[in-house]
Every structure is written in structure tokens, then in C-alpha cells.
């Protein structure tokens, strides 16, 4: 049975909209033995994002950030603070390589101009609509050429922190990085051997 006839009768609800659009999602489910059963599911998400880590091959230094994130401060975590990788949600009518370039500035103050794409994924697919688009970009010290710590009209305040990189992976080994689009970019750097050290 083909998963298009497995859901019908699919209709949404707006819970909430104030940063990003929460759903409640009911629809007919068919499961595999022929039993179709009424499920409800809430469904979260705004625009899709980017993250990318910044590698400077030279010096086998990475660019990350350290910013107060309210969900993780709500569960009990770190005291709400979180060590991560450069990245944002994409505005309309733009390109997530043109959204890394321009969070890339925002958020750490450096200026690159190439980028490689890695994946796309989703970070919490049973909640999360939003997929996350994934890349590595080199720089270079010459690169920086603002102060970083992201925008005021956005409330950011960014602590941009450039750390060898096999400290950044000690960060993870300890659990002091914690969230998942770095832990993915960092593995992803070591498995694939970008910054030899």
C-alpha cells in the first residue's frame, strides 16, 4: 500500500504563531494490517535553516559560537547556554548558501565567499517540519573583517569562540557540545579528514 492512500483526510489547526507556526495535524492513518485509526500529532516550525562549520585549514582552527538558548535553559541544561556552529533561518526568496553567507557575517563577523554543501536534514522529525541545510567553509584570519556577536534587532548576543579543532571534538567527547548540527559538522570534518592534525 502506498503511503499517498495510507493518509487522508488530513486537516490543520494553528495553535500558535508568534515565532513559529505551531500546528495541530489530524489525519486518517491506514496501518499496515488495513486498520485506519484518527491521529493528531502537533507539528512545529518556522523557515528552513542553514549551519555551517568554519574550518581554517592553516591553523586546524574552527569558529564557533556560545549564545542563551531557552528551550535548553528550560530543561535544566548548562544553565540555558550552547556551544554551536554559525547558522539561521533562511529568509524568502534566498538560497541557503546565500543564508550561510550573509549568518556566517552576522553571527562571527567573517566574510567567506565559498561554501560546500554536506545534507540536508531534519533535526527532530516526529515535531520539527524545519529541515536544516548543512556545510563547510574555509577561512581565513584575513577574513574577518566585522566584530560578529550577531544582530540587536534579533536580541543575539554571540560569544564567537575559535578553538583548535581537536578541542572542539573534546567538546563533544565531554558533552559540553551539545547540539546536533555541530556534532554532525565536526564528525563530519574528522571522518572526512579536512583538517589533518
Known amino acids: 500500500m502506498e503511503i499517498k492512500t495510507r493518509i487522508s483526510n488530513v486537516t490543520s489547526k494553528v495553535v500558535s504563531n508568534i515565532w513559529a507556526k505551531l500546528e495541530r495535524v489530524s489525519f486518517d492513518f491506514t496501518f499496515k494490517n488495513g486498520k485506519t485509526e484518527r491521529l493528531t500529532h502537533e507539528v512545529y516550525g518556522r523557515n528552513d535553516g542553514v549551519a555551517v562549520l568554519l574550518y581554517n585549514p592553516l591553523s586546524k582552527k574552527v569558529i564557533l559560537s556560545k549564545q542563551f538558548r531557552i528551550p535548553i535553559y528550560v530543561a ?13 533561518a533562511i529568509d524568502k526568496n534566498e538560497s541557503p548558501e546565500t543564508t550561510v553567507i550573509r549568518e556566517t557575517k552576522e553571527e562571527v563577523g567573517y566574510h567567506i565567499k565559498e561554501v560546500k554543501k554536506v545534507c540536508t536534514t531534519f533535526l527532530s522529525p516526529g515535531l520539527m ?30 560569544e564567537v569562540l575559535e578553538l583548535p579543532f581537536l578541542e572542539a571534538l573534546r567538546l563533544v567527547e565531554n558533552e559540553d557540545i ?18 589533518e592534525c
Do not use: P, W
Open 129 to 158: 517540519k524545519e529541515q536544516v541545510h548543512l556545510f563547510v567553509a574555509k577561512y581565513k584570519d584575513e577574513d574577518k573583517l566585522e566584530k560578529g556577536g550577531g544582530l540587536a534587532s534579533e536580541h543575539e548576543e554571540i
Open 76 to 88: 535544566g541544561v548548562k544553565g540555558g547556554f550552547s556551544i554551536e556552529v554559525c547558522g539561521g
Open 178 to 195: 551539545i547540539d546536533a548540527r555541530t556534532i554532525m559538522l565536526l564528525q563530519y570534518a574528522q571522518i572526512n579528514k579536512i583538517l
